[in-house]
């Protein structure tokens, strides 16, 4: 008789579309005081995810943001939406501990409603392009974020992924201050 059974193979691991603090940390470099998203509740790969920031009042910049008035800072609701982009960008890189994302622009901030303590942050980011270039990938992100279904702020962000190593060195293939590739064309 011959066996015609086969060996069993495994299927490959479906992505994650969920990411808690402790997935999170491993993906961002960033570290209280500055990581601003603290659970990742939807994640399509290259395309969107959906991460909430529990807003509260220990939050560090609530002490000078406004002294009897706490009102949680636009430019940081900006920075969670990056961080948010952030951590889709880098679940596509292996050697992402050797990587950095850079903000390389901020579009269209708005801010609707102020953020308070008590608050809830949902924030949505949906991929606008996607470019890979030699040593380099760069993204456009559009943002939104949310308290219940209210909106209280949205910008479109740009960012690259660089290496660490290219960092501060002034060479001639670093990123320029309007986050364009040396000699690259518009």
């Not at 999170?24 to 470099?29: F, H, M």
């Not at 948010?84 to 050697?95: H, M, N, P, Q, R």
Request: proline letters at 7%; charged letters at 25%.
């Amino acid at each position: 008789m011959t066996d015609t059974t086969h060996p069993a193979t495994e299927a490959p691991t479906p992505p994650k579309t969920t990411l808690d603090i402790l997935d999170i940390q491993r993906i961002l470099p960033h570290r209280f005081p500055f990581l601003l998203i603290d659970r990742v509740i939807e994640l399509t790969r290259r395309e969107r995810i959906v991460a909430i920031k529990n807003v509260t009042i220990n939050e560090p910049f609530f002490a000078g943001h406004f002294p009897n008035l706490p009102i949680m800072p636009g430019v940081l609701i900006v920075e969670a939406i990056a961080q948010a982009g952030g951590a889709l960008l880098l679940t596509e890189v292996e050697d992402r501990s050797d990587k950095l994302m850079v903000f390389t622009g901020i579009e269209r901030a708005r801010f609707r409603r102020p953020v308070v303590p008590g608050d809830q942050l949902r924030i949505e980011v949906n991929v606008k392009s996607w470019h890979l270039r030699p040593r380099r990938m760069a993204v456009r992100m559009e943002g939104v974020a949310y308290v219940g279904n209210k909106r209280v702020a949205e910008a479109i962000v740009t960012c690259q992924l660089v290496d660490r190593s290219q960092l501060g060195t002034g060479s001639s293939d670093g990123v320029d201050s309007a986050g364009e590739e040396d000699g690259a064309q518009s």
